[in-house]
């Protein structure tokens, strides 16, 4: 079936704008234009906007997603390249997830702490809590 840009556009969640932009960026290689030059996309089309927007997601650059279509496009002869990035991309994910439970720890330590002093009336106060204090040891290094 095929979808007009509009059509992509709500189905995704992208707009119009940005469909045109990684067409121009030659992300779309695929999409194919009708006898009105007006873009006609397919399903599988759309399965591409999914893989962009989950390795946007992740942290990849245009550029690097533009690699990985390009290397797709060039056939088996890439398949350990993309494996490869794909590797990397979840090690660099891997990373960040860790990253950020840390930032999670920082940020659970701060509600506990105001939830204390809330209940006792006074940050002072509830900096005296012993399982706080420890805590904020193990998490700050304090």
Known sequence: MGYSI????KKTGLTAH???YYEKE???PFVKKNSSGLRVFSDTDIGWLVMIECLKGTGMPLKGIK????WFIEGDSTLEKRLQMFKDQKHKL???MLQL????EKID???HLYEEAVKRGGLDKAETNKALAKEKKRIFGE
């Open 6 to 9: 509009g059509q992509v556009a």
């Open 18 to 20: 940005t469909l045109r």
């Open 26 to 28: 030659g992300l779309l």
């Open 67 to 70: 690699q990985y279509i390009d």
């Open 94 to 96: 891997q990373e960040q």
């Open 101 to 104: 439970q840390k930032h999670m």
């Open 109 to 111: 330590y701060k509600i």
